[in-house]
């Protein structure tokens, strides 16, 4: 699995699904600072693990 190992603070290029790009408008509307890192996705338990671990938090 693909993780990103850098942090970024702004939208992800391209195509989003229509719910992140109101997750991302809402977000830049309010004004409200943000960290992301991009993966592939984390459709399994061990993948989820996978990114928890890099991001450092509980998924």
Sequence with gaps: ???????????????????????FGILEELGIDYDRVSS???DTMEKCAAVSQVLGVPI
């Design 1 to 23: 699995m693909e993780i990103s190992p850098l942090y970024h603070n702004t939208r992800p290029e391209g195509a989003l699904l229509p719910q992140e790009d109101v997750a």
């Design 40 to 42: 592939d996705p984390a």
